[in-house]
């Protein structure tokens, strides 16, 4: 055998190429640990491009802002490790998805952004755990190392509701005004404002420490046990599991259009692709949404608001032209109730719908049931055949409340104390209104 087959293998013969192109599937901290096995594999974990990356995966990093920074790929790594290397798991979701939030409100809503605060630092995070006594979940942390949340103002960056005398529009609370709302409060213990509405006071909690029944860094809307003797008996509807899992999910809703854009605001109407019908030259879609502040677990009250959308088709001929007369709805709760409307217009108008015209209105509705549906019919004259009258299919729509917990101030009473009523009616808004002079109001354009 010659002497180059008597050699054994060396990592010190391999050729260079094959070995990094190894080097390159390996994570960060793999490539790394290179750096401390053999002086050859320390200088192939510094060659450059395999930083490259690394710097897109975990810091949203591209070519042309290493450019500006006139910096090598694994320098602008090292430099980001040190200030955000605790948030490395969370960093780039939470960065992409405020950058695109920021690119998105900056087409629509640019007074909106303006209200954003620039980042904070460790030192002020540091000293908020310290004030309150509790640590802040490192994916909340990282999301205010990219924005302390935005000044008090309207509209809020969280969302809003609008009906004729209701008006919700929650902010992103900064990390001083969050910790100033700190709850150490029964019923509330160690719990965190993550939003405010200054029209409400109503906000969205987060539980820094599992207790009174809560998860851990749960998130959720408090919600008063009216029926309770004792005022630290809270249920609550939750909106998240995480503060990384709450924000991205509803920045991704905002950012597809699944909120639409009202009058420079953003409105949490959730739009199933379902709920779409149309008859003839006339489609009716159906949104819906929730609404915590006016509803309640103890007693059953559980509050939506719907939007509804008829359009005719800019395709259809002239003499289409109509105007609706009168509707019909078929309300459904939970178990099997139900109860049928009938009433003229809708919410007091009675539009005229011709070829490309939109007419929307908001309308809302309650349940006993945590959960309901709706469907029926709009009643309409031709405008040019006056005698010849028609039915317009409005699609069935769900209603469904979000997942709640009962206070344990509840479970631990006596639930002989209460007498429940789960037999109050679900209603159609439209006479809801007739009879209480509430809650309807014509929907403003979308943008």
Same mark, same amino acid.
């Given at each position: 055998?010659?002497?180059?087959?008597?050699? @054994?293998?060396?990592?010190?013969?391999?050729?260079?190429? @094959?070995?990094?192109?190894?080097?390159?599937?390996?994570?960060?901290?793999?490539?790394?640990?290179?750096?401390?096995?053999?002086?050859?594999? &320390?200088?192939?974990?510094?060659?450059?491009?395999?930083?490259?990356?690394?710097?897109?995966?975990?810091?949203? +990093?591209?070519?042309?802002?290493?450019?500006?920074?006139?910096?090598?790929?694994?320098?602008?790594?090292?430099?980001?490790?040190?200030?955000? $290397?605790?948030?490395?798991?969370?960093?780039?979701?939470?960065?992409?998805?405020?950058?695109?939030?920021?690119?998105?409100? $900056?087409?629509?809503? *640019?007074?909106?952004?303006?209200?954003?605060?620039?980042?904070?630092?460790?030192?002020?995070?540091?000293?908020?755990?310290?004030?309150?006594?509790?640590?802040?979940?490192?994916?909340?942390?990282?999301?205010?190392?990219?924005?302390?949340?935005?000044?008090?103002?309207?509209?809020?960056?969280?969302?809003?509701?609008?009906?004729? &005398?209701?008006?919700? #529009?929650?902010?992103?609370?900064?990390?001083?005004?969050?910790?100033?709302?700190?709850?150490?409060?029964?019923?509330?213990?160690?719990?965190?404002?993550?939003?405010?509405?200054?029209?409400?006071?109503?906000?969205?909690?987060?539980?820094?420490?599992?207790?009174?029944?809560?998860?851990?860094?749960?998130?959720?809307?408090?919600?008063?046990?009216?029926?309770?003797?004792? *005022?630290?008996?809270?249920?609550?509807?939750?909106?998240?599991?995480?503060?990384?899992?709450?924000?991205?999910?509803?920045? &991704?809703?905002?950012?597809?259009? $699944?909120?639409?854009?009202?009058?420079?605001?953003?409105?949490?109407?959730?739009?199933?692709?379902?709920?779409?019908?149309?008859?003839?030259?006339?489609?009716?879609?159906?949104?819906? #949404?929730?609404?915590?502040?006016?509803?309640?677990?103890?007693?059953?009250?559980?509050?939506?608001?719907?939007?509804?959308?008829?359009?005719?088709?800019?395709?259809?001929?002239?003499?289409?032209?109509?105007?609706?007369?009168?509707?019909?709805?078929? +309300?459904? &709760?939970?178990?099997?109730?139900?109860?049928?409307?009938?009433?003229?217009?809708?919410?007091?108008?009675?539009?005229?719908?011709?070829?490309?015209?939109?007419?929307?209105?908001?309308?809302?509705?309650?349940? #006993?049931t945590t959960s309901g549906y709706m469907e029926g019919y709009y009643t309409f004259h031709c405008l040019y055949y006056k005698d010849k009258f028609f039915n317009v299919t409005i699609p069935r729509f769900h209603m469904v409340c979000p997942t709640f917990k009962v206070s344990t101030a509840r479970l631990e009473t006596n639930h002989?104390?209460?007498?429940?009523?789960?037999?109050?009616?679900?209603?159609?808004?439209?006479?809801?209104?007739?009879?209480?002079?509430?809650?309807?109001?014509?929907?403003?354009?979308?943008?």
């Open positions: 055998m010659s002497d180059m087959e008597q050699q @054994p293998l060396s990592l010190e013969l391999l050729p260079t190429d @094959p070995l990094l192109l190894v080097l390159s599937f390996l994570d960060y901290r793999d490539l790394v640990s290179c750096c401390y096995l053999s002086r050859r594999l &320390n200088q192939l974990s510094s060659h450059d491009p395999l930083w490259k990356r690394h710097c897109k995966k975990y810091w949203l +990093i591209f070519e042309e802002e290493r450019t500006r920074r006139n910096q090598t790929w694994k320098a602008i790594f090292k430099s980001f490790y040190i200030d955000l $290397g605790r948030y490395i798991q969370y960093y780039a979701m939470l960065k992409k998805a405020w950058d695109d939030l920021e690119r998105y409100l $900056g087409q629509r809503c *640019p007074r909106m952004i303006g209200s954003l605060k620039d980042s904070v630092q460790e030192e002020d995070l540091n000293a908020v755990e310290a004030q309150i006594g509790c640590k802040l979940p490192d994916d909340y942390r990282c999301s205010f190392r990219i924005h302390n949340g935005q000044k008090l103002v309207v509209p809020g960056l969280m969302g809003s509701m609008a009906l004729s &005398n209701h008006y919700r #529009s929650e902010d992103l609370l900064d990390i001083d005004t969050a910790a100033g709302g700190f709850q150490q409060r029964l019923g509330l213990k160690q719990c965190l404002p993550l939003t405010f509405c200054i029209h409400t006071g109503l906000s969205q909690y987060m539980a820094l420490e599992s207790v009174e029944g809560r998860n851990r860094h749960e998130i959720f809307y408090q919600c008063p046990d009216q029926m309770a003797r004792n *005022p630290s008996a809270i249920d609550m509807f939750i909106t998240g599991t995480s503060y990384l899992e709450w924000f991205t999910s509803y920045v &991704n809703k905002v950012v597809t259009g $699944g909120y639409p854009i009202i009058r420079d605001q953003i409105f949490r109407y959730v739009h199933d692709k379902e709920c779409v019908a149309t008859t003839g030259d006339i489609t009716v879609s159906v949104s819906t #949404s929730f609404l915590p502040e006016l509803s309640s677990v103890h007693p059953p009250h559980y509050f939506f608001t719907y939007r509804i959308r008829i359009e005719m088709s800019k395709d259809a001929l002239p003499e289409k032209a109509c105007q609706l007369d009168s509707r019909y709805w078929r +309300i459904t &709760n939970a178990k099997g109730d139900v109860e049928e409307v009938q009433g003229p217009g809708v919410v007091g108008e009675f539009p005229i719908i011709s070829p490309g015209h939109v007419y929307e209105y908001t309308s809302c509705t309650t349940f #006993s002989n104390e209460y007498a429940m009523d789960e037999d109050e009616d679900s209603t159609d808004t439209d006479d809801y209104e007739d009879r209480r002079r509430a809650l309807d109001m014509p929907a403003p354009s979308c943008h």
